[in-house]
């Protein structure tokens, strides 16, 4: 299994930017598919951003297209959101995921991810 480790979370005003990392360890992240999640207080974890293991593809969630970018470094074994004009809405803890199989029509779904990270919290006051 690879392990994962998120950073950059914090606080900042609405509007502002935040860029989140995930780095892992004991395996090559080129060979998994990643996600970012997240979890508000009081509610279900949802689907962020997807890309692929080459890093070609990417998938958003349409509250967060054109904000967030989704990244990643695999020869730096990380991955990257960066998010901009960030929302009070955006408020949550953040979790990386990795996949080393993925149903190609269930990769926004959290079960598809063996590996998931500690989580990084992101508020963001109005």
């Known amino acids: 299994q690879v392990q994962l480790v998120e950073s950059g979370g914090g606080l900042v005003q609405a509007g502002g930017s935040l860029r989140l990392s995930c780095a892992a360890s004991?395996?090559?992240?080129?060979?998994?598919?990643m996600g970012w999640f997240r979890q508000a207080p009081g509610k279900e974890r949802e689907f962020v951003a997807f890309?692929?293991?080459?890093?070609?593809?990417?998938n958003y969630t349409d509250s967060v297209r054109g904000r967030f970018t989704i990244s990643r470094d695999n020869a730096k074994n990380t991955m990257f959101l960066q998010m901009n004009s960030l929302q009070p809405e955006d408020t949550a803890v953040y979790y990386c995921a990795a996949a080393a199989q993925l149903n190609w029509g269930r990769r926004t779904t959290f079960d598809s991810y063996e590996n998931w990270g500690q989580g990084t919290q992101v508020t963001v006051s109005s």
């Open positions: 004991g395996r090559t992240l080129s060979a998994y598919y």
């Open positions: 890309i692929s293991a080459s890093g070609i593809s990417t």
